[in-house]
């Protein structure tokens, strides 16, 4: 659990009862190696919770444990106030997830892409083309929208997953090193978007793990460091950082 | 969130992606006639042993297992691409749901290539069992069914070691179609009007209750793999 004083913080930020998410000494183990090391943290409701932490810390570990793609030995975790582990259908149909993984495939257009994530979510077949004609719009993508993915660059596929991530309109939208693979004028666009998706829709959250110190300060209400599979530093207004995360506007190690 | 129409919506995607891709059944055929090659030409025909009616058969479930694996681990493989296994992971549809649609779209390409299989073995070993083959059919559908059961388990664990991990997929699936093999070559003796192995595995069964067996250890095998598929995706 956090600290008291951490805890009145949350208040203060948040007004809501359930954090958006909330972990409670989590512990995730690969062989004989402690990825994840008793972690506890919660992540209040609205705003942008930036993750940051030097390569190997736990980061993109943590997020596939919020996201549902992983399980965990030990702990609780509890995502929109639902237990991950006794009700993965229920966070999972509210979640927004952009992973390292684009989660698209090659063989078929954009199009049939996100029709295909669409049918995922039970997403009604009158409302796919407007939303899908949207996303498509909102992150410059219409003119590629009938080709395969497989002929896309690295920017385009980036593109192409945060624009699926969204279909369903998620209430928490977990961002796994979004920026990489993007040009500024995608950085900049994306910054945008996150920014929108979190100010304009409610109590809509977004996490978002980066090493690009300068983007995350300027999007970040709240954030914590991991190192070594715990929480290092916690900061419930901005961007926290440790003396060795590197200055702002530099990225951070790794 | 209703299941069938999620079955039918995977089961199309996946048939659409072998469409665009061509891959599945193509390798799979092209490994399954290479091994009915080498058996064909391996067997000293001048010996007067009639071959259909002895190896054939044999080489023929040989020729449609071992390509059976190799269809298995380029289905997992096309869905790792990308990460697509973990979007369908992360998405709220029952992960249940997601393995029998991928046990249909794997045994409808097995399917495919076992009926290919049949006219490439009358070529090869001059005998196709015309009168049994309606018989034969039905038996190679449930062979695969079960097949494909457990092999869409398997093949989920071991698409991730190196290599894509079509040995240790092996390994782990031919021993568990053990009591599915048995009756399937002593049922070929019929479907292939021969005695298999000379006899030792014991002469057919009555079809009626050979297709009681076959369906109950599909029926072993689906809910198994149903049950254990979600807990090997998490």
Redesign the interface.
């Known amino acids: 659990m956090l600290p008291r004083e951490a805890r009145e913080s949350v208040g203060e930020v948040n007004c809501l009862a359930s954090p958006a998410a909330r972990l409670d000494k989590v512990r995730k183990r690969f062989g004989y190696r402690d990825v994840l090391r008793g972690i506890s943290l919660e992540i209040p409701r609205g705003g942008c919770f930036v993750l940051t932490g030097p390569n190997g810390a736990g980061k993109s570990t943590l997020v596939r444990i919020l996201s549902t793609q992983w399980s965990f030995a030990e702990g609780t975790v509890e995502v929109l106030g639902s237990n991950v582990k006794r009700e993965p259908a229920r966070v999972r149909s509210r979640l927004g997830i952009v992973l390292h993984e684009s989660f698209l495939r090659r063989e078929l257009t954009l199009e049939e892409n996100l029709h295909f994530a669409a049918a995922l979510f039970s997403i009604p077949r009158s409302d796919q083309d407007e939303r899908i004609a949207r996303l498509l719009d909102t992150f410059g993508l219409t003119r590629r929208r009938r080709d395969t993915v497989g002929t896309f660059s690295q920017g385009m596929i980036k593109r192409a997953s945060l624009a699926r991530s969204l279909l369903n309109e998620p209430e928490l939208w977990i961002l796994d090193e979004p920026f990489s693979g993007l040009d500024p004028a995608g950085q900049e666009l994306l910054a945008k978007v996150i920014g929108d998706f979190h100010q304009e829709g409610g109590n809509r959250t977004v996490v978002l793990v980066t090493h690009q110190l300068e983007i995350g300060r300027s999007l970040a209400t709240g954030s914590a460091q991991i190192t070594d599979g715990r929480v290092s530093h916690l900061s419930l207004a901005g961007l926290a950082l440790s003396s060795h995360s590197g200055a702002p506007g530099e990225e951070a190690e790794g | 969130?209703?299941a069938l129409p999620?079955f039918f919506?995977l089961l199309g995607?996946d048939i659409?992606?072998e469409i665009?891709?061509r891959e599945t059944i193509p390798n799979m055929l092209l490994f399954a006639l290479l091994v009915l090659f080498v058996a064909s030409v391996g067997v000293d025909r001048d010996s007067g042993v009639k071959i259909s009616s002895s190896v054939g058969p044999v080489f023929f479930w040989v020729a449609i297992l071992f390509a059976g694996t190799v269809g298995l681990s380029q289905s997992f493989a096309a869905e790792r691409?990308?990460?697509?296994l973990?979007?369908?992971?992360?998405?709220?549809?029952?992960l249940g749901t997601f393995y029998l649609a991928k046990v249909a779209a794997t045994t409808l390409y097995v399917v495919v290539l076992e009926i290919a299989l049949l006219f490439v073995y009358g070529f090869f070993f001059s005998f196709v069992p015309a009168s049994q083959l309606g018989g034969l059919i039905g038996a190679m559908s449930l062979f695969t069914v079960g097949y494909m059961g457990a092999g869409v388990v398997l093949a989920a664990m071991t698409t991730t070691l190196r290599g894509g991990g079509e040995v240790v997929l092996r390994i782990l699936l031919v021993p568990l179609m053990i009591p599915f093999l048995w009756v399937i070559l002593r049922q070929s003796g019929l479907f292939f009007q021969t005695e298999i192995a000379g006899g030792a595995l014991g002469g057919p069964l009555r079809q009626s209750h050979f297709f009681t067996f076959c369906v109950a250890l599909d029926a072993i095998y689906l809910t198994v793999g149903y049950l254990l598929f979600p807990k090997v995706l998490?």
């Open positions: 969130m209703k999620i919506k995607w659409l992606r665009r891709r691409e990308g990460g697509v973990g979007g369908i992971v992360t998405s709220p549809i029952d998490e």
